[in-house]
């Protein structure tokens, strides 16, 4: 079975700093997706960047990259100049190419400290 | 273009109690997955509908059920509700491929 472990519950940072949030994953699947979804007090929930797991090169998005490390299954998020509006709960996720059920980590709270 | 819509936004049952829950896809969008959100967790899959067949199943009861529409539409069931139902059930359709559009999903809260 699939799982997606976020070891920080929560995480504080100033304004403008940059912010790493951490996943690890499970699976012996080959083909795969991994995403980082962004959920504010809104409750939308918002994809932040996404990772085919067969490319190498790791996803960016504007302030937000990724470093993908396949073999070490690790998938961590970093958040560059960070804002206010980063303030949100973010989740780590994992999709196999053969399912489309999203297997979520139990998410990490980042707050933007003015 | 309108994304994902739900109804209701919020709802309040009591225990054995049934409710629906309904979601709109974004046009065009044919696969229309359902997820449960318990406080202070992540979501966890429910169903999954592609072209109003049912293509996946997650780790819930019976009490749990779905269905969609010619339209895409889709209802997510609940009978006999408990306590522990008490969530954000969250809607996201998707075209064919990987990228799921979520809605601003639906509270219950079970009495």
């Known amino acids: 079975a699939q799982t997606v472990t976020q070891s920080q519950p929560e995480m504080s940072v100033q304004e403008a700093e940059t912010v790493t949030l951490s996943c690890t994953y499970d699976?012996?699947?080959?083909?795969?997706?991994l995403f980082w979804y962004k959920q504010p007090p809104s409750r939308q929930m918002i994809l932040v960047i996404r990772q085919e797991a067969y490319k190498q090169q790791n996803a960016t998005e504007n302030r937000f990259s990724v470093n993908f490390q396949k073999a070490a299954k690790s998938f961590s998020l970093k958040i560059s100049d960070s804002q206010l509006g980063d303030t949100a709960m973010y989740f780590c996720?994992?999709?196999?190419?053969?399912?489309?059920?999203?297997?979520f980590g139990k998410g990490t709270r980042l707050h933007i400290l003015p | 273009d309108a994304g994902v819509t739900q109804s209701p936004t919020h709802l309040i049952k009591t225990r054995g109690q049934h409710v629906t829950l309904r979601c709109s896809p974004i046009s065009g969008h044919k696969s229309v997955s359902w997820y449960q959100q318990v406080l202070g967790q992540g979501p966890q899959f429910i169903f999954q509908?592609?072209?109003?067949?049912?293509?996946g199943r997650g780790n819930f009861p019976d009490r749990f059920s779905a269905r969609q529409f010619p339209n895409y539409s889709s209802e997510l069931n609940v009978n006999a509700l408990l306590l522990g139902d008490s969530a954000l059930y969250l809607c996201a359709s998707s075209f064919r491929d990987n990228e799921q559009f979520f809605g601003p999903g639906t509270r219950l809260t079970v009495l």
């Open positions: 699976t012996s699947e080959s083909n795969y997706y």
């Open positions: 509908y592609y072209e109003k067949e049912e293509r």
């Open positions: 996720a994992f999709m196999t190419w053969e399912e489309d059920k999203i297997i």
